[in-house]
């Protein structure tokens, strides 16, 4: 036997590691105790259970500490390195993704390289070797990059056992604008009995720009089930179809409640088309939140100046600035067009057995009577009486401005009819110059002398 104190390092698999006559020795703040003198018993002394637990506690508590720890800087330099963007940061973001040992750690990396819409073979090789949480992230990274070298990992993934990696895929699927893509998402996505399913697929089939599509796109906003719908309008927000834009704001006819869903999705219409939707929507809604979001959005393209809203039942537009012009297109109650010019002349014309006076406005308005081939913008002129100027000004100024302008008429050249069922309320305005007419009984000698001196009279 050694002489002198030996430090006895304790092991619950074998108590006879320990030596029967070694006085108290201290290891990690525990005790361990020493066997009876006179005795002989050979039984090896064992811990107390509590001091045990302690051991155990104190430890795990140093572990998480320094987990926690550990991870709070890794997210600081992941924080960093997505801030800066550029090819270096984005090889120490994807030297995270692979190298890191905490997967919470890992799937941050993996959500960077998807904002960053980079890292596509380092995302590859996350979804290869690694589970749960980072693929799942490395999914939808990947989904947002929508390249077609990921369709063979969308492919797979539309049959994972994970819900949101299926939901990333059909998402993905229609993001690389393949033809087998579509082919699976029409096969396979809008049969699901996953209403999340479906909803994923319809957004991905929107990025296709299908004509046919359309009808798809109807149907399902026909569905009584809410996340069938919001599936449907934001593939119409990925649609380039001219046709996707009057649904969506069929959308919001019928459904008030969806309101978020179709300002997000005609947020993604850049062009002329989608800010007179927008500007519509503005004029409909009442929710002053939802108003803020277009204004903002509004703000976002610098769509400053001067439009025109429809305030009669019918308005046509025509090819030149006058009554007996061709026309161009028919604009109905509540559409929205973009003011281009104004006549410097002042015309009359016969509204509602009265002779007002006003000027000509030339628009920019969505044509109604073509098909999908042909312009979806279209320019004419209409009668000032007939619409509403609004004003959209930069910040600082008013933002959102009325002008008096129009009064609700039949017509001013006997073609136009009433049609009901606008989900906009019919607004009753002064026409800008108004001609009193004559007493009762002089009226009808003097009104056959108006029509011949006045070329614009009808």
Known sequence: MKNGPEEVLYSEDDDDDVDETSPKTSLNNVTVPTAPKSSKETNAPKLPSDSVGDWKNSNEEIDTEAKRIEIESSLKKLREYSARGNSSSIKQISRILLKHKYPEVRAEAARSLGRLKSGLKYLHKAIENDAYEVKQQAYRAIEGIGSRKSLKYFRAGINSSDEDIRISSFKG????????????ILRYGLYSDNSKIISAALEGLGNYSRSED??????????????LRSGAIAGLGNSKQNGSVDLLLTAYENNPDLAPEVIIALNQKTNLAGTLALIKLLHAIKNENYQNLIKKELYRRKAFGQYA?????????????RPNSKKVTILRMGDVAKVKNITSKYFKAKMNNQIVEDRYFQLLAVNRDTNQSKRSIVQGWVFG???????????GKEYYQKKGKG?????????????????????????AIKIETKSDKVEKVEEKNQELNDLEDE
């Open 385 to 395: 009486p007939k619409i509403e100027v609004i004003s959209l000004n930069n910040p």
């Open 173 to 184: 699927l229609g993001k690389s604008k393949t033809s087998q893509g579509r082919d699976l």
């Open 214 to 227: 359309l009808d798809v796109f109807r149907k399902f906003l026909q569905s009584d089930v809410i996340a």
């Open 407 to 431: 009064e609700n008429s039949e017509d001013e050249d006997s073609e136009d009819e009433i049609i009901p069922g606008d989900i906009f309320t019919k607004q009753q305005k002064q026409p």
């Open 309 to 321: 809203i429809v305030s009669n039942q019918l308005a046509s537009m025509r090819y030149s600035p």
